[in-house]
């Protein structure tokens, strides 16, 4: 929909409210409220997430100005007070926000095709069902892998205290905190997978089991095989490789061996007892790569960037090009300002396939 029609609905909805108490309820100048409402500026997707907030309206309507076509369904890692019986999830109202604007990029990228298949797992896949389809070795891109070879989208992105798994309507999301751990990364990414491959998003009752999503990543990263028929009286630099290849951290290991009830030697434990890092660079006798960066520091930056998967961006690069939606929420994703965000418009498929004709030809 264009910002004009956007615009419109957001005057529609304001009722008797004054233009600069709205607009200072969504942290906007009363000039670029109007310039919005007019059309000569997009809203951005944070804009118009508090925008549906204030005014108590869809904001899958104010974009689309259609009814909600799409079922939403989040699973979140949540912690659990044994003593109280609780369970709580602190930071959820700043990540709420954070996932409206990614449901909302979405949303935008692919408009109507982005209907509720239900196309989720059913719960009847296993981690052995999942390691087999991920291939061996997949740890060190985890995440190419799970978008290549599961079909599921990952977001990384530091706006975020926990990790959540979404179902936007037939597109399945894993969402991760860009922490900089990789370790603890990889660990959320098999622990959303676990929710996902158990059915979690397809519950009735919208309960997610935390324990056995664990259980699920653990079979994952730390499969039972490999750790319980594993003789651990070793060198430590040998365990460090392990770990390494593993991508966990040493408190994970630590609980996998402890839960499968090995019996690692006492000098093992101890060294484990150390920060994964601490440990890593202490025992891992790591090579360097072909830039001579040190490997732990270039995975800790790998973990720290954000990003989006590449057909969400290039839909919004279209989708920009044509006129069919503003920049505000593809500027968001990037991270850059909206105003100094280029986009060239799309080039005809036909000209496209010419274009490969020639240079194939010539």
Known sequence: MSNVDIGRRVRESLGDRKHYEVAGAVGMSTDSFSRALSGSRAFSSAELALLAETLQVPTYWLITGTDEPVTVVAAARHEYDRETGRRSLPGLTADLDVLNHIE????????????????????TSSPADVLSVLGDGFVRDFIERIEEQLAIDVVRI????????????HRTTIVVPA?????????????EL??????????????????AA???????????????????DRPLSEVAERLWSWGVSTQALINRLDALHVDAPVSLRKALGL??????????NQAVDETSLDLITGRMEQAAQRRFPRDLEQMHLERIARGAIGRGTLAWMLDVDAESLEVEAPVPTALRQADLSAALSG
Do not use: M
Not at 105 to 114: D, E, H, N
Not at 162 to 169: E, P, Q, T
Not at 195 to 211: K, N, P, Q
Not at 275 to 282: E, G, I, K, N, Y
């Open 214 to 232: 664990n259980q699920f990543a653990a079979e994952i990263l730390l499969p039972r095989d490999d750790i319980a028929g594993r003789d651990w």
């Open 104 to 123: 909302l990029a979405y949303r935008q990228a692919y408009g109507k095709s982005l209907v509720d298949l239900r196309e989720t797992p059913d719960g």
């Open 158 to 169: 530091a706006e975020i205290k926990h990790s959540y798994s979404l179902r936007i309507g």
């Open 194 to 211: 676990g929710h996902i491959y158990r059915g979690d998003l397809s519950s009735a009752d919208g309960v997610a089991d935390e324990a």
């Open 179 to 191: 922490s900089g751990n990789w370790f603890y990364e990889n660990w959320c990414l098999a622990h």
């Open 275 to 284: 920060t994964t890092q601490a440990f890593l660079r202490r025992h891992w």
